[in-house]
T-cell receptor, first 113, second 114 residues
Framework: GEDVEQSLFLSVREGDSSVINCTYT??????LYWYKQEPGAGLQLLTY?????DMKQDQRLTVLLNKKDKHLSLRIADTQTGDSAIYFC?????????????FGTGTRLLVSP | DAGVTQSPTHLIKTRGQQVTLRCSPK?????VSWYQQALGQGPQFIFQ???????QRGNFPDRFSGHQFPNYSSELNVNALLLGDSALYLC?????????????FGQGTRLTVV
């Protein structure tokens, strides 16, 4: 099936690390994405990881993928108040002749000073 | 590069009316997908256009239709609007070749049906 699940809410203090978790169900996942959405705005692509990778680091962002458990996480180091937003995990499904992104419901990250 | 642009940014319509939303893909992209994001939810896939044809479709009724033009821009049409169609409509573009799967999103059109 196609299902992506995320915890709804995470609260951290400025300067701490944030870890946002995501689980997915589809076995044909090729890429997994993290998007950020600020209030009233569209989706900003943060990073993505290919399904044959375990880890990807991009400045303050670290993505970990456990393909066996179908678990994905996004770690934000030195979290800032500007990181407060909703973070969506998305599974890119690329079966024969069919491609689409399946999104989780989003994790609202609140960073307090 | 202007990225993915959508118009209008906001729209208010009455139940039963029809609406057309527009999307211009990022330069170099040839594939456009549309998503519906209801309040408090993640985006849901509506359909995808490539080479001016609908290639894939999500679980949306026929009231939702679209079009892609030779310059790769796209329109989303919704007929007989219902209150439940109120949502943020997002357009995403990518390139089929090379197998670049980075999907870039526009800022969305906020549709309110009253």
């Amino acid at each position: 099936g196609e299902d992506v699940e995320q915890s709804l809410f995470l609260s951290v203090r400025e300067g701490d690390s944030s870890v946002i978790n995501c689980t997915y169900t589809d076995s044909s996942s090729t890429y997994l994405y993290w998007y950020k959405q600020e209030p009233g705005a569209g989706l900003q692509l943060l990073t993505y990881i290919f399904s044959n990778m375990d880890m990807k680091q991009d400045q303050r962002l670290t993505v970990l993928l456990n393909k066996k458990d179908k678990h994905l996480s996004l770690r934000i180091a030195d979290t800032q108040t500007g990181d407060s937003a909703i973070y969506f995990c998305a599974d890119f499904l690329m079966n024969t002749g069919f491609q689409k992104l399946v999104f989780g419901t989003g994790t609202r990250l609140l960073v307090s000073p | 590069d202007a990225g993915v642009t959508q118009s209008p940014t906001h729209l208010i319509k009455t139940r039963g009316q029809q609406v057309t939303l527009r999307c211009s893909p990022k330069s170099g992209h040839d594939t456009v997908s549309w998503y519906q994001q209801a309040l408090g939810q993640g985006p849901q896939f509506i359909f995808q256009y490539y080479e001016e044809e609908e290639r894939q479709r999500g679980n949306f009724p026929d009231r939702f239709s679209g079009h892609q033009f030779p310059n790769y821009s796209s329109e989303l049409n919704v007929n007989a609007l219902l209150l439940g169609d109120s949502a943020l409509y997002l357009c995403a573009s990518r390139s089929i070749l090379p197998k670049n799967t980075e999907a870039f999103f526009g800022q969305g059109t906020r549709l309110t049906v009253v």
